[in-house]
């Protein structure tokens, strides 16, 4: 009985733990972003509108409201053909690490 308990409990934290994993497009853009306004944020340097719906997302994976995000954070987001931000990854130290090199690629 005692076997079975912790057998269920182990499988339940592993259920847990795989939930909290999250998936970057690959072709996700890298970039430094800070929030200036409603859904106004710069990226780079370069304003850009977040798109309706747009979802930012912390390093816990939890959505936060634009006005939430730290000013200079490092982000893995994309873009719609209109240019408009469309999801938004607050990367963790580990994660801007192994992201590959910043390559300048315009906001739109």
């Known amino acids: ?5 912790i057998a ?3 499988l339940g ?3 847990l733990a795989h939930a909290q994993l999250r998936t ?3 072709d996700a853009r890298r970039g430094q972003i800070t929030h200036l306004q409603e859904m106004i944020v710069s ?3 370069k304003t850009a509108r977040l798109a309706a719906g747009a979802q930012i997302r912390d390093a816990a994976n939890r959505v936060v409201v ?8 490092v982000v893995k987001y994309t873009v719609n053909p209109a240019g408009e931000v469309t999801a938004v990854w607050i990367l963790t130290p580990q994660e801007a690490w192994r992201a590959p090199a910043f390559r300048p690629e315009p906001v739109q």
């Open 1 to 5: 009985m005692t076997r079975a308990l």
């Open 8 to 10: 269920a409990a182990l």
């Open 13 to 15: 934290a592993a259920v």
């Open 24 to 26: 970057i497009p690959a």
């Open 43 to 45: 990226i780079d340097g």
């Open 66 to 73: 634009p006005a939430a995000v730290p000013p200079g954070s």
